[in-house]
């Protein structure tokens, strides 16, 4: 009977999650931002911010201690297969030709600014902020690192709705905000191995299993994965038994990473990068895998999220106000004007630097998955992942007011023809 009483437990929470996610997620298009901003604000209205405050008695009984247990592990799941379906997506392609170098130095201006402000902050906040015992060094590296992420997923999408994927600004864009990712997730993947190991043997087996797992699944497992391609692409799709073996590998990859001692999420990641990118097994992967993993277990991390999001230090005179304060603008200045200032003087004009700046700030679900990970590995403290996570939506609701503001429909209708005159 207990058994079941938990089942119910958990399909409630999940229906609830479900219902305030969709709804969110809809009212947010509704004032011309992505979906993803209106489920990240769910998740956040689901904890002590709303649900928490109102009904206290209620969230307590439908999140007890053991659901919230089972949210994660769903979550965790769901993240994954994400950062799976992230990876296989991208286009080896757009890291060559002319576009490479002008989007590689528009990605390192847009970490490198981001990552020094990111870890000045640190180190004012670090007294009050960081965990008890945490290393300055790895506290500066974990705020620098979090807020230097763009979210290339969220941008190909907004990017894809407007029909400017394939422009001169969105191609740009759109290949800096995927070498900054990786170089995120590669630099998340030290920072645990460094910060969560405790000593600096245990670091360096994290670091060299990890590098060793990379480079057999880039090379022996790309080579092996890349035959079930080819047969999928004779037979015209991915049959049951090939999609077994895809979950399979991923699966496995995630557990291998997370056991090493890198979260999961690498796995997932560096087996999409494995993938095939041909385009039965693209449409096959999004097929069947996109709408459940979207639609119900990518919302049930945005609301374990916000369940972990703690809100009473931003009362009336809260001690948050502040740092809240001066993160924010270190994480927006770092994105807008870095990025802004090389856009310019890469020859394109104010309106598109400032377009792209917008475009850049966008964190998304991308700095959440970077922050829940700090928090389950003990490198970052409650309030600060509060304070995160209002950074994550505040900017990420900020990209396309900047975006509509720097480039109107007229112009944004010209720059489908053709690259911007370069300004002399």
Same mark, same amino acid.
């Given at each position: 009977m207990?058994?079941i009483?938990f089942?119910l437990?958990?399909?409630?929470a999940?229906?609830?999650v479900?219902?305030?996610?969709? #709804?969110?997620g809809?009212l947010?298009?509704?004032?011309?931002?992505?979906?993803?901003v209106?489920?990240?604000?769910?998740?956040?209205?689901?904890?002590? @911010?709303?649900?928490?405050?109102?009904?206290p008695?209620?969230?307590?009984?439908l999140?007890?201690?053991?659901?919230?247990?089972?949210?994660?592990?769903?979550?965790?799941?769901?993240?994954t297969?994400?950062?799976?379906?992230?990876?296989?997506?991208?286009?080896?392609?757009?890291?060559?030709?002319?576009? @490479?170098?002008?989007?590689?130095?528009?990605?390192v201006?847009?970490?490198?600014p981001?990552?020094?402000?990111?870890a000045g902050?640190?180190v004012?906040?670090?007294d009050?902020?960081?965990?008890?015992?945490?290393s300055?060094?790895?506290?500066?590296?974990f705020?620098?690192?979090?807020?230097?992420?763009?979210?290339?997923?969220?941008?190909?999408?907004?990017?894809?709705?407007?029909?400017?994927?394939?422009?001169? /600004?969105?191609?740009?864009?759109?290949?800096?905000?995927?070498?900054?990712?990786?170089?995120?997730?590669?630099f998340?993947?030290? /920072?645990?191995?460094?910060g969560?190991?405790g000593?600096?043997?245990?670091?360096?087996?994290?670091?060299?299993?990890? @590098?060793?797992?990379?480079?057999?699944?880039?090379?022996?497992?790309?080579?092996?994965?890349?035959?079930?391609?080819?047969?999928?692409?004779?037979?015209?799709?991915?049959?049951?038994?090939?999609?077994?073996?895809?979950?399979?590998?991923?699966?496995?990859?995630?557990?291998?990473?997370d056991?090493?001692?890198?979260?999961?999420?690498?796995?997932?990641? /560096?087996?999409?990068?494995?993938?095939?990118k041909?385009?039965?097994?693209?449409?096959?992967?999004?097929?069947?895998?996109?709408?459940?993993?979207s639609?119900l277990?990518?919302p #049930?991390?945005?609301?374990f999220?916000?369940?972990?999001?703690? #809100?009473?230090?931003?009362?009336?005179?809260?001690?948050?106000?502040?740092?809240? @304060?001066?993160?924010?603008?270190?994480?927006?200045?770092?994105?807008?004007?870095?990025?802004?200032?090389?856009?310019?003087?890469?020859?394109?004009?104010?309106?598109?630097?400032s377009?792209?700046?917008?475009?850049m700030?966008a964190?998304?679900?991308?700095?959440?998955?970077?922050?829940?990970?700090?928090?389950?590995?003990?490198?970052?403290?409650?309030e600060m992942?509060?304070?995160?996570?209002?950074?994550?939506?505040?900017?990420?609701?900020?990209?396309?007011?900047?975006y509509?503001?720097?480039l109107?429909d007229h112009?944004?209708?010209?720059a489908?023809?053709k690259?911007?005159?370069?300004?002399?």
């Amino acid at each position: 009977m207990n058994q079941i009483h938990f089942a119910l437990q958990v399909f409630a929470a999940l229906a609830v999650v479900l219902v305030a996610t969709t #709804v969110c997620g809809r009212l947010a298009m509704l004032v011309r931002q992505p979906r993803v901003v209106g489920e990240m604000v769910a998740g956040v209205l689901l904890g002590p @911010a709303l649900f928490g405050a109102v009904a206290p008695g209620v969230q307590a009984q439908l999140f007890p201690a053991d659901v919230k247990s089972t949210l994660y592990v769903l979550s965790t799941i769901g993240l994954t297969f994400y950062m799976f379906l992230v990876g296989s997506s991208l286009d080896h392609k757009l890291t060559t030709g002319a576009n @490479a170098r002008k989007a590689g130095v528009l990605a390192v201006s847009g970490i490198v600014p981001t990552f020094l402000l990111g870890a000045g902050t640190a180190v004012i906040f670090f007294d009050s902020l960081s965990p008890e015992g945490s290393s300055l060094w790895v506290f500066m590296l974990f705020v620098g690192g979090a807020l230097s992420i763009t979210a290339f997923p969220m941008l190909a999408r907004i990017l894809q709705e407007r029909g400017i994927a394939n422009t001169p /600004i969105g191609g740009l864009t759109l290949v800096a905000a995927a070498i900054d990712d990786a170089v995120a997730w590669a630099f998340l993947a030290l /920072i645990i191995a460094v910060g969560a190991s405790g000593n600096a043997g245990g670091a360096l087996r994290t670091i060299i299993g990890a @590098a060793i797992f990379a480079v057999l699944m880039l090379t022996v497992g790309r080579k092996w994965l890349g035959k079930l391609g080819e047969r999928a692409e004779r037979d015209g799709k991915l049959s049951r038994d090939m999609m077994a073996i895809v979950l399979l590998v991923v699966l496995v990859a995630g557990w291998f990473t997370d056991f090493i001692g890198v979260f999961s999420v690498f796995g997932g990641f /560096i087996t999409g990068l494995a993938m095939p990118k041909t385009p039965v097994v693209r449409h096959e992967l999004e097929t069947k895998l996109t709408d459940l993993n979207s639609i119900l277990l990518l919302p #049930v991390f945005f609301a374990f999220s916000g369940l972990n999001t703690q #809100v009473s230090g931003f009362g009336a005179g809260g001690a948050l106000w502040f740092p809240l @304060a001066v993160i924010m603008l270190a994480a927006f200045a770092g994105k807008y004007l870095g990025c802004g200032l090389v856009v310019r003087a890469q020859g394109y004009t104010w309106r598109y630097a400032s377009a792209v700046g917008g475009l850049m700030n966008a964190r998304g679900l991308m700095i959440l998955i970077f922050i829940n990970i700090g928090l389950a590995y003990g490198l970052v403290t409650p309030e600060m992942f509060a304070i995160l996570v209002l950074v994550a939506i505040v900017t990420t609701a900020a990209a396309m007011p900047i975006y509509r503001a720097s480039l109107p429909d007229h112009l944004e209708a010209q720059a489908d023809v053709k690259a911007p005159a370069p300004v002399r």
